[in-house]
């Protein structure tokens, strides 16, 4: 099986979490959980969506590593 690894997002907002990865060849990211599919780096980004009274984040990003 594929390593992988939970991020957790912590916020009071319920806003529509958008995730993103910046080279699907080294990692694939759903609903926060990052899986290595091959060597390389990328950047994992995520950003959550504006929901009265919060306005939207700023985006987040994760350096990932993977040896795969």
């Known amino acids: 099986p594929s390593p992988t690894a939970t991020v957790t997002y912590p916020s009071s ?3 529509r979490l958008t995730w993103n990865t910046s080279d699907a060849d080294v990692a694939t990211v ?7 599919v091959g060597a390389g780096t990328c950047d ?3 950003s959550q969506a ?3 009274p919060y ?7 994760i350096h990932v590593y993977s040896n795969r």
């Open 30 to 36: 759903s609903a926060g959980v990052i899986t290595a």
């Open 44 to 46: 994992i980004t995520v």
């Open 13 to 15: 907002s319920t806003g």
């Open 55 to 61: 306005a939207a984040s700023d985006t987040k990003t």
């Open 50 to 52: 504006a929901t009265a």
